[in-house]
T-cell receptor, first 109, second 114 residues
């Protein structure tokens, strides 16, 4: 059964305290893995797409990496404005779409 | 460039009443998605359109949900009759084409069924 699992469910960090969010996936065939940011009351905002193991993408304080079983979203020296829910999603080779339940990140000044 | 537009933003109805949500995708985007997001959960795909054709509606509860995308632009998602368990945020997203994976989401419609 295709499945996407994110951990932890919630994460509180002090400003400047780096950490990583995990997304593990079990799918029949991976076409792409996506990271989104979602602020309260808004729709998800696209961050990254990863297609193959070993691939990395960076944007400001965020870096996403991909292995054959999981992806990490590394947050370096986070700021309060990075507080949001981060969602991981996959698109399978059969064109099915699955989202994880998200990690709620709070960055404390 | 205008983003994905959805209306209404909020809707409160009594159970057994009908409700409809409207979505206008980004201009030129051929692929349109409807998702349902329950509180504390990730979005769940309901239906995907390529132009005016529904190419994946396997997760759409067809006994009470229906959708249409006339002329391959705007789309409407309808629930009739609504049940208490339908309370959720309904998100619309679009992408330029089937081969482009990036999805652009609208703000969603928050539905409360009393």
């Amino acid at each position: 059964e295709d499945q996407v699992t994110q951990s932890p469910e919630a994460l509180r960090l002090q400003e400047g305290e780096s950490s990583s969010l995990n997304c593990s996936y079990t799918v029949s065939g991976l076409r792409g893995l996506f990271w989104y940011r979602q602020d309260p009351g808004k729709g998800p905002e696209f961050l990254f797409t990863l297609y193959s193991a070993g691939e990395e993408k960076e944007k400001e304080r965020l870096k996403a990496t991909l292995t054959k079983k999981e992806s990490f979203l590394h947050i370096t020296a986070p700021k309060p404005e990075d507080s949001a829910t981060y969602l991981c999603a996959v698109r399978t080779t059969g064109n099915q779409f699955y989202f994880g339940t998200g990690t709620s990140l709070t960055v404390i000044p | 460039e205008a983003g994905v537009v959805q209306s209404p933003r909020y809707k409160i109805i009594e159970k057994k009443q009908p409700v409809a949500f409207w979505c206008n995708p980004i201009s030129g985007h051929n692929t349109l998605y409807w998702y349902r997001q329950n509180l504390g959960q990730g979005p769940e795909l309901l239906i995907r359109y390529e132009n005016e054709e529904a190419v994946d509606d396997s997760q759409l509860p067809k006994d009470r949900f229906s959708a249409e995308r006339l002329k391959g632009v705007d789309s409407t998602l309808k629930i009739q009759p609504a049940e208490l368990g339908d309370s959720a945020v309904y998100l619309c997203a679009s992408s330029p084409s089937a081969g482009v994976d990036t999805q652009y989401f609208g703000p969603g419609t928050r539905l409360t069924v009393l």
